[in-house]
């Protein structure tokens, strides 16, 4: 199923898959442009995926406040005040990231407007979709990585990711919400 561009993950594009025979001549195989798997051809991408993070980051506050003020429980408040202290750490991450890959700071760049979700049910779905949205994205910044931290960097904030969509569909389940 595909929901507004959620949960489409495409065809992925390993190059070859032919059984490996030793390169015996001083040719080598150019990877294809489209190569999401293959570093150096892949950094460039994952440095934009970076800094469309980093833009969102006052909507995404906007919203968590949002969501915390219109949270039927202190359960909840206490839940995506969690999740918005995690995503706050990830900010930081991916500056400190930005930085030692290309040794400047990143540029302050324009986000989002932000819309507020027509319903408490609404953001949670709203919350839940991007959580999955954000795991797809940071997997490519993952596949650029080299470097043994930056490698553990993503994987944590991949890992937060997948938790904090754990957490909105116990908030959407718990809560009554329905499609």
């Known amino acids: 199923m595909n929901y507004n561009g959620y949960g489409n ?4 594009n390993y190059g070859r898959t032919a059984p490996f025979i030793p390169n015996t001549s001083n040719t080598v195989r150019q990877p294809e442009a489209t190569d999401i798997f293959t570093y150096p051809q892949n950094l460039q991408n994952a440095l934009t995926l970076i800094q469309q993070a ?3 980051e006052t909507e ?5 406040t949002w969501l915390i003020e ?3 429980s202190n359960e909840d408040q206490q839940i995506i005040s969690g999740i918005r202290d995690n995503e706050i750490g990830h900010f930081a991450l991916f500056k400190k990231l930005y930085y030692e890959l290309t040794g400047m700071t990143p540029q302050q760049a324009p986000g989002e407007e932000f819309i507020p979700p027509e319903s408490y049910c609404a ?12 795991v797809q994205r940071y997997r490519k910044i993952l596949y650029a990585m080299q470097n043994r931290v ?5 994987t944590e904030i991949i890992t937060d990711e997948i938790r904090h969509g754990i957490l909105y569909n116990y908030l959407y389940s718990k809560n009554g919400c329905t499609g």
Do not use: K, V
């Open 9 to 12: 993950y495409g065809s992925y």
């Open 54 to 56: 980093l833009a969102g």
């Open 60 to 64: 995404d506050r906007m919203f968590y």
């Open 70 to 72: 219109h949270a039927p």
């Open 123 to 134: 953001g949670l779905a709203r919350a839940l979709l991007g959580e999955q949205s954000a």
């Open 150 to 154: 930056h490698i553990n960097i993503m």
